[in-house]
């Protein structure tokens, strides 16, 4: 969406941020899946670590951004995306973590990078009408 709103210059550095992280998400979600990592953990991980996977994702977003014809972005894509997802899964959850040189582990501090994306979501849906109770089960006008 921000692509489309802003199409100068800041909207485009916004959007290649937050892709980094889109694909970072993506290339992980599969390990957490094979793990049976709960959603409030994924967040939790992934916004405590939010500068590992920024840069993670990086590469994938700096292929995509190259000025090729559709089919050769696709193409370079279609052939990356499976390279990192392996990269992912080989270096395992805790691969993100980083060491505070005596032996415990430490996070950057938590970045809510999901924050914008999430609120924009909630507003579309209570605007639509669904999602009114926020989060609760409501009773619609049939039951």
């Known amino acids: 969406m921000l692509s489309f709103v802003f199409t100068n210059l800041p909207g485009r550095i916004a959007t290649r941020a937050l892709q980094t992280w889109l694909y970072a998400f993506y290339c992980h979600d599969y390990l957490w899946s094979a ?33 090729l014809s559709s089919f050769y972005a696709s193409a370079a894509m279609a052939m990356a995306f499976p390279v990192f997802m392996i990269a992912a899964i080989a270096g395992g959850a805790a691969g993100a973590e980083s060491t505070n040189g005596e032996g415990g582990w430490t996070r950057q501090g938590r970045f809510p990078v999901f924050h914008l994306a999430s609120e924009t979501a909630s507003s579309v849906l209570r605007l639509v009408g669904i999602g009114a109770g926020g989060g609760r089960a409501v009773k619609t006008k049939r039951e």
């Not at 670590?49 to 994938?60: K, M, R, V």
């Open 35 to 67: 793990e049976s990592r709960t959603p409030k953990w994924r967040l939790a991980h992934f916004e405590g670590n939010w500068a590992y996977y920024a840069g993670f994702g990086s590469p994938i977003v700096l292929i995509s951004a190259l000025n």
